[in-house]
């Protein structure tokens, strides 16, 4: 893994044992967002975190699927020591779903996604982010404070959002791979993504290194 940041992108990986241990802290989100969902639906929905990737930042818009894809997504800004955009994203089909099941168990009609019941989606991201930003900022030793949020519906929008809300030193995109599965669906895919500047990247590839030398035994 690289130590000095400020070089070519493509020189950014993380190795396997860096993935599996993000992803160790990942689940602990998951199956506290599990358990709040379960209770908010009043019928069990599980989340596994099956894949994290690091992405460039100018890579985000191929990465969810062109600037025509429908999605549906929450930027979300992160005020900290270190600069970040959390980003929740759905398809569309798979954001009515939830949406729809939430109110249901909460007595309202359910709307299409076209009419969505902003409020019930705009909840439904505060679950998930408390639930994910609670064991990230564990991780960081960091504390988030997250704010503005609101509903961006495609890709190429996405995209513009991003560029309005953070700045030059935002690079790169911690990847949060998402299953959902949902009572009566089949298992639909979420992305939760952490858009960090570079002293958060440093900070990330610095905490992972010292969480893989305590497993190592290196650090008592």
Sequence with gaps: ????????????????????????????????????????????????????QLIPIERITSFLGGPHEVLACTPIQIFSQKKAVLIIIFKRKTASALVEL??????RVPKKLEEMDVSTFIELAHILNNAYLNPLANFFDEKFSPENTQIVLDASAIAGQLIGQINSDIKYGLVIGTDFLLPGEKEVEGKFILFIDELGLRALLEALDRRMLVRKGKIF
């Design 1 to 52: 893994m690289p130590k000095v940041l400020g070089m070519e992108e493509e020189s950014i990986r993380l190795t396997p044992m860096e993935k599996d241990t993000l992803k160790e802290v990942s689940n602990l989100g998951s199956a506290k967002a599990t358990n709040t969902l379960s209770a908010i639906i009043g019928r069990p929905v599980k989340l596994t975190v099956p894949y994290i």
């Design 102 to 107: 939430m109110n249901k168990q909460a007595g």
